[in-house]
């Protein structure tokens, strides 16, 4: 197994989910007691909302990851992690370009660069499979055509021997 393989291993391994519900929790109990969540709170919800197996909870993370981008706070680890999460949703659009942001910051950013390949491998892969499937599409329609033709002359000829 390559180190990349590894890398992809763990981003799509998804967290516990007793971790989303503590720091759901967590986040909570703050929302009630302050006027204004800690940005590391926030961001211990947000990373593991990211790691969720469900959709939601991701599209969830990174709406708060976003407020964290706005608030001013080192943003490198919250860019990052909206990359991580677009990257689990398959919006690798995104997801590159939360990259290249992060090495806009940091160049030479090791996790930005490795996610940053994981992406482009996982486009063309996609590509590479819808291409297969459209294709297949096209075969299994011309073939039907081809037997629905086949059908129809045999049906004149005999039509025709009559």
Request: glycine share 8%; with cysteine; charged share 25%.
């Amino acid at each position: 197994m390559t180190q990349l393989d590894d890398i992809i291993e763990d981003l799509d391994a998804p967290v516990d989910e007793r971790d989303i519900i503590e720091h759901e929790r967590l986040y909570n109990e703050e929302l009630q007691s302050k006027p204004v969540v800690s940005s590391q709170t926030q961001f211990g919800y947000a990373y593991v909302l990211v790691k969720s197996p469900y959709d939601n909870d991701i599209r969830k993370g990174i709406r708060l990851l976003e407020e964290l981008c706005q608030s001013g706070v080192d943003q490198r680890d919250f860019v990052y992690y909206l990359a991580v999460g677009h990257y689990r949703l398959h919006d690798y659009t995104p997801a590159m370009k939360f990259c290249q942001r992060v090495l806009e910051m940091e160049p030479g950013n090791q996790q930005a660069t490795q996610l940053l390949e994981i992406i482009k491998k996982k486009r063309k892969k996609d590509a590479m499979i819808g291409a297969a499937v459209l294709g297949g599409g096209a075969v299994a329609l011309t073939g039907g055509l081809l037997v629905a033709g086949a059908v129809v002359a045999a049906g004149i000829a005999a039509v025709r021997r009559r």
